[in-house]
């Protein structure tokens, strides 16, 4: 029990070490080690793609088999295509103009329908932001304001040192807070990492 729970920490403790270890020091043989880790990415990213790929199909089918009629159908609209790409795809590949054409005109549709009801949500996170509760919002909604009419061609036929105002909020509020926040995901990836590579973090053995 104790080996089946460590090996994983181990495998991936060397890994991470070797990969660090060929990133930061020019030993070549400590490179070509690392080199050779990290082509096995891709291997793992097939393995991973696959399961994936499998428990999708698990999930809708309990979907489409004993849900409720909308989750039927919500079922089978993800079934049906996905096993007509996958069998045209396996037996004609995918330059064949049938794979082509449901790509180019179904898939491609279908993900730029779906994106575009995110305008609604921004529309409606706007909305919800923008609601002048004390100082702090009324300025917020005022940087808001300038960041988006500035830009807008009538933003200049307003005011027309807008845009001026609004390039400047961009580039010098706007980058510190986002470069601040880089900085601190940055800080936060490396803390992940340092987790990961030393067994701390374990969530990626499925809850433990």
Not at 48 to 69: E, H
Not at 104 to 113: M, Q
């Amino acid at each position: 029990m104790f080996i089946r729970k460590q090996l994983p920490v181990l495998v991936g403790f060397v890994g991470g070490i070797i990969v660090l270890g060929g990133f930061f020091l020019t030993d070549p043989s400590l490179r070509k080690a690392a080199s050779t880790v990290v082509s096995w990415r891709t291997t793992l990213a097939a393995f991973a793609l696959v399961l994936g790929a499998m428990n999708l199909v698990k999930v809708n089918w309990n979907r489409a088999s004993a849900g409720k009629p909308i989750d039927r159908l919500a079922g089978l609209a993800l079934l049906v295509p996905l096993v007509i790409m996958v069998v045209i795809g396996l037996t004609s590949g995918t330059t064949a103009k049938v794979y082509a054409y449901m790509y180019d005109n179904v898939y491609r549709s279908g993900a730029a329908t779906v994106f575009s009801l995110n305008a609604f949500f921004v529309v409606s996170a706007a909305y919800r932001a923008f609601r002048i509760r004390n100082a702090h919002a009324a300025l917020f909604m005022v940087a808001g304001l300038i960041a988006v009419l500035g830009p807008a061609s009538i933003g200049a036929y307003l005011w027309g040192q807008l845009p001026v105002i609004a390039d400047w909020v961009l580039k010098v509020p706007s980058m510190g807070a986002t470069r601040g926040f880089e900085i601190g995901l940055a800080l936060g990836i490396v803390s992940m990492g340092a987790r990961t590579l030393l067994g701390i973090e374990r969530g990626y053995f499925g809850g433990e």
